[in-house]
């Protein structure tokens, strides 16, 4: 299974017409575009999940840089959380492990 990031999205760009670019490379399990929690807008990026590996990548090489919506799109390979790092530095000086 490939978990690909599609990043640089219009905030209008739909799961459909991400869900066509993609299925140009092979059968597509799952489109997600990521929303804020709040207001419930695209966040202007989203993860396409491609069971085939060799579709996947293929997918990768052929949609990064490619034009939807009036944006470029950046397109790789979505790493892990562990990957990523722990991101933002939420504030944590109220809790302490008292054991």
Known sequence: MTNIFVGNLSFGTTEH??????????S??????????ETGRARGFAFVEMS????G?????GVNGRDLDGRTLN????????ERGSGGGGYRGARQNRW
């Open 17 to 26: 017409s991400i869900r066509s670019l993609f299925e140009q490379y092979g």
């Open 28 to 37: 597509v399990d799952r489109v997600n575009v990521v929303t804020d929690r």
């Open 52 to 55: 085939v590996d060799a579709e």
């Open 57 to 61: 990548q293929a997918a990768i090489n």
């Open 75 to 82: 397109v790789n390979e979505a790493r892990s959380k562990t």
